[in-house]
């Protein structure tokens, strides 16, 4: 590992100062994929500011949505009483997404910045686009099960390996950051950035940028919602699919619906093609299986993953089948 330098902030602008002082400087939250990522050195920050103290917490917002700040542990957020109740898919996300000790030190700001788990990625021996821009992809002829099968480039087949994320895109929340050039809002589905060209790019954060917060909307049909994650073992594995979902159903047709897929992308996928068929359809087996044919419709396996598109298609069908089942009108 190299050598680095730690200040902890005790303010944002403190932060900014601090980070803005070093050329390869790092915001440290919980450290639970960046500490990883520097032992490997993927990483190689000559300064961490750890921004673990600034002042975060929960609160309900005057339109009765939730504000949730950057560093707000993991655990903290799934358990709040608020969160569970008006968002649950996000509380189950969290909670499927890893072990209690690493909820208990991960943040909200640093689970939303945390890198793929791509094997080559992690590799120094092989060529991987993301680590070396212009070296190749090693994981498009090689082994490829736990890889995208939406959103992907000849340049990255890499899958985003967060399960928080997946529910705050369907959640349409939003990313609040501050910077050099003050205060903006970001909304979380332009937040992260596919691999197109560029794949080392990987989300539209400026040049020592700070999250600050997580914004959620109010969105009471989000009370009937569900997370459920398709993983190799029952303990703390990475989804090779995971879905997000709510579903409004009046009178026999649905009224609202938001759908995301976690797994196949390099990003938090938002299944809108499948949210255009669902909006104003008669709730059913027909619609669920169209809906999940439009948004796989696009989707490309490799030789190893070819079964995820089909694994995807039915786990749609059955999340929202139970979803419509759930009850009658919130």
Not at 3 to 31: H, I, P
Not at 157 to 179: E, F, Y
Not at 216 to 233: M, W
Not at 258 to 276: D, F, I, S, T
Request: proline share 5%; net charge positive.
């Amino acid at each position: 590992m190299k050598d680095f330098t730690y200040s902890r902030a005790r303010t944002s602008q403190e932060a900014l100062t601090l980070v803005a002082a070093r050329a390869n400087a790092k915001f440290l939250g919980g450290g639970t994929n960046l500490v990883d990522l520097m032992r490997e050195n993927i990483e190689q920050p000559d300064a961490l500011i750890d921004v673990t103290r600034l002042a975060s917490g929960i609160s309900e917002s005057p339109d009765g949505g939730i504000s949730v700040g950057a560093e707000v542990r993991n655990s903290a957020l799934a358990n709040h009483p608020l969160v569970r109740q008006r968002y649950p898919m996000l509380s189950q996300a969290i909670l499927f997404g890893a072990s209690g000790q690493i909820r208990n030190m991960a943040t909200v700001g640093g689970n939303i910045m945390q890198r793929t788990r791509c094997y080559y990625f992690y590799d120094e021996a092989a060529k991987c686009n993301k680590r070396n821009p212009g070296s190749g992809c090693d994981a498009i002829d090689g082994f490829n099960r736990i890889h995208a099968i939406l959103g992907a480039s000849e340049q990255c087949i890499a899958t985003h390996p967060s399960d928080m994320c997946v529910a705050l895109a369907a959640l349409d929340a939003t990313v609040r950051v501050q910077g050099p050039e003050g205060e903006r809002t970001i909304p979380f589905n332009a937040f992260h950035c596919l691999p197109g060209d560029t794949p080392q790019v990987e989300t539209v954060l400026g040049f020592h940028e700070l999250i600050t917060s997580i914004e959620l909307s109010p969105l009471p049909f989000a009370k009937r919602s569900l997370y459920r994650k398709i993983r190799d073992r029952a303990s703390y594995a990475f989804a090779l699919l995971s879905i997000a979902a709510a579903l409004e159903v009046e009178n026999g047709k649905i009224r609202n619906a938001r759908l995301a897929l976690g797994g196949v992308a390099p990003k938090p996928w938002r299944a809108y093609e499948a949210e255009k068929v669902l909006l104003g359809a008669e709730v059913g087996m027909n619609t669920f299986r169209q809906a999940a044919d439009a948004e796989l419709s696009k989707a490309r396996g490799y030789h190893h993953n070819n079964f995820k598109i089909e694994l995807a298609r039915r786990t749609i069908v059955s999340v929202l089948r139970e979803l419509a089942q759930s009850g009658g009108p919130l």
